[in-house]
């Protein structure tokens, strides 16, 4: 019960979608909140609203008008919002998530109705306290923010990037039950090099070329340090930043403040995962490996960095971890004697001759897994998937570029050119396929696998820095719970029904960690895992009047 004195009545409430219940209201409350004759009559549940809605999701022609109709249903009601997506969670996530978020970014003036989240441009340098201190809730834990300049594979789409902060922490509440309250969509605008977009009627951005240089990472500097002011227990997670900004600001507020990167440390934790997973279904040991990434970018350099402090946990030398991974980018192998390197390629660059095609280097370097993060659709040909399948009996193929029109090969082309044997992973979801009888399901790499979690045991235990041992013990959790069900089925990662379980997991592993390394802001529970069961967000509405 609440204390009506203090509720909104009327209209007001059934405009505020973060209360509104609409024919979820009961007659007691109707008539209490001065809502009578403001509804159909009919009070419904919650069920039965979801019943009503359900089918007007499936009913739109595509996934883009699904999506906007779901960004609606969220407008005008929040916990029905949250309700639907929870139960239909793996109908639900294609479309709030890549690929169809990606279209949704590159459309976001015409499907623009209500704005979400918070917008702090160029011309904000000097007053970026202001701007943050007209967000409407103090209590917020997890900033999602982005400058659109690397929006999924897709480059820049300056301010249009805000779909993908809005969309990943959808997924953290549907994930993880992060409440939505406490969660924050902000695009830092600065311009857009996308001439196109930027000439474009629709576009709603700041129409000039980006602010670089000392400009650019004064305003960076100042927004970080007003949200430490503003939301002293955050959670600041960059996303989509173009790859110089997104290395330069996880290194410069890594060891300072409570923040990651989940383009390059989400990432390398999902696919650590879908490594030991696949290892179980090889039989290569995962610190015997040879991998050869195709994208030395935030992805590719992320999982390498991953990968090698996972092998010398097991064991293996730091020079002998590095050797096991093969970078192939635009200008080829990265080998020593490349003269145009940026430092975060450089521990991988090893002493071996200049090698142009990934063709040559599959060849000469019979990788155990391909992993394709360089956003270049077509680049596993049919003689690269070939050649995989003639060095291993089951070779390992991660396509993971987003969405899914830049993965570097389809499921089926996988399956087809390695006779079935590939266990094949993507970035973006693919049907099950059917190969000479018999039924593979290409797992997804989904960083969603992860950072709900993480971002859920960061909360918990009010942790004050997010460390890489995190990633690493979130991926073992996530490894530990594929099934030899879903090996079977070639499936080297939980099916996303249990990504609930997953979180909850993940989330206690990591608040442990924060407390074992004095991380740890909050008291320590008696129960780590029940609490973090407590609180984790469930859509139920309130009562208001009983
Ligand atoms: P990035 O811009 O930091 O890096 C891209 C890299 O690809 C660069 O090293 C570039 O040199 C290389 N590259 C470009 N063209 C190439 C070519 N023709 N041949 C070889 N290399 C080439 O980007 P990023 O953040 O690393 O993301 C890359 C891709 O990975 C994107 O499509 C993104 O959607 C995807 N990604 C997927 C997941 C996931 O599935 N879980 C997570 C993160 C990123």
Known sequence: MTDLSTVKRGAALL?????????????????????????????????????????????RPTPIDQYAYLVGLHDRNVTLFYRLVMDHLEEMMPILYTPTVGQACQEFGRIFRRSRGLYVTSDDRGRVREVLANWPHDDVRMIVVTDGERILGLGDLGANGMGIPIGKLTLYTACAGLHPMQCLPI????????THLRESPAYMGLRQPRLRGAAYDALLDEFVEAVQERFPHVCLQFEDFGNHNAFTLLEKWRNRISTFNDDIQGTASVTLAGLYSASRISGTAFKDMRLLFLGAGEAGIGIGDLVVSAMVE????LDEARQRCWFVDSKGLVVKTRTDLASHKKPYAHDYPATESLLEAVEALKPHAIIGVSGMPGTFTAPVLAAMARQH????????????????????EAYASTDGRAIFASGSPFAPVTHKGRTHVPGQGNNAYIFPGVGLGVIVADASRVTDEMFAAAA???????????LAMGRIFPSLSRIRDVSKAIATEVAEIAYRRGLARAPRPGNLEAAVAAAMYQPEYPTFVN
Request: glycine residues 6%; contains cysteine; proline residues 7%.
């Open 15 to 59: 405009n505020d979608p973060e209360l509104n219940k609409g024919t979820a209201f009961t007659e007691a409350e109707r008539t209490a909140l001065g809502l009578r004759g403001l509804l159909p009559p009919r009070v419904m549940t919650q069920e039965e609203q979801l019943e009503r809605i359900l089918p007007g999701v499936r009913s």
């Open 187 to 194: 695009t830092i605008d600065v311009g857009t090099d996308n």
């Open 314 to 317: 097991e064991g293996v030398s």
């Open 393 to 412: 009996a089951r070779p390992i193929v991660m396509a993971l570029s987003n969405p899914t029109s830049k993965a570097e090969c389809t499921a089926r």
């Open 476 to 486: 073992r959790t996530l490894a530990n719970m594929v099934s030899e069900d879903d």
